[in-house]
């Protein structure tokens, strides 16, 4: 079965570093998000991406966050600056029609 | 606004007994919702979305309009159902996801 890959599955970074996360998603899919999972909290909706641009975004992407399929196969996720409430698991999504969405397993970002 | 609420952060139930994850949901729109599934932080996997009307793992669950509910329900709970359930909606002209905050089952002998 297809599988949405993330890459790294952790990454520990200083604040007010920038970290790239990145996401191969399945090849033939055509919509991509990004979510978040604070430990203990609930999945929040980050962003979305369809035909290279972003058609949707939270209060939470702020001018901090960036998004980027450079290559027709990665989707990356760029945070410039990074403060420690970025602390948080991140996961890639993506899908093709409207019922198939697929998780990747996540990047555990840790600021310190 | 659309919102998702599941109401209980633990049940514990007793192996083969019946279970019931509830979820009720917000939205002004026709809805298209999801169960997922998170075991031991791993990544979330899909359960079940109601247009399908499948079972998955014995796993079940119908859409209540009137009530407004999506219950996830199991005849008889196993061990391996043990983990993070996570109901879903979808929302929005980009079609993502609402989360609920999460009923984490725990299934003991």
């Known amino acids: 079965e297809p599988e949405v890959t993330q890459t790294p599955s952790h990454q520990v970074t200083q604040m007010g570093q920038e970290v790239i996360l990145r996401c191969v998603p399945i090849s033939n899919h055509l919509y991509f998000y990004w979510y978040r999972q604070i430990l203990g909290q609930k999945v929040e909706f980050l962003v979305s991406?369809?035909?290279?641009?972003?058609?949707?975004k939270s209060e939470i992407f702020d001018d901090q966050f960036s998004v980027e399929r450079p290559d027709g196969s990665n989707f990356t996720l760029k945070i410039r600056s990074t403060k420690l409430e970025d602390s948080a698991m991140y996961f890639c999504?993506?899908?093709?029609?409207?019922?198939?969405?697929?998780f990747g397993s996540g990047t555990r970002l840790t600021v310190v | 606004a659309q919102r998702v609420t599941q109401p209980e952060k633990l049940l514990s139930v007793f192996k083969g007994a019946p279970v019931e994850l509830k979820c009720n949901y917000s939205y002004s729109g026709s809805p298209e919702l999801f169960w997922y599934v998170q075991y031991s932080r791993q990544r979330l996997q899909l359960l079940l979305r109601h247009i399908s009307r499948e079972s998955i793992k014995g796993f079940t669950a119908d859409l209540n309009k009137g009530e407004t509910s999506f219950h996830l329900k199991k005849p008889f709970a196993q061990e391996e159902d043990s983990a993070m359930y996570y109901c879903?909606?979808?929302?929005?002209?980009?079609?993502?996801?609402?989360f609920g905050t999460g009923t984490r089952l725990q299934v003991t002998l």
């Open positions: 999504a993506s899908r093709q029609d409207h019922y198939g969405y697929t």
């Open positions: 991406f369809y035909n290279n641009e972003i058609s949707e």
């Open positions: 879903a909606l979808v929302t929005g002209t980009a079609s993502k996801l609402t």
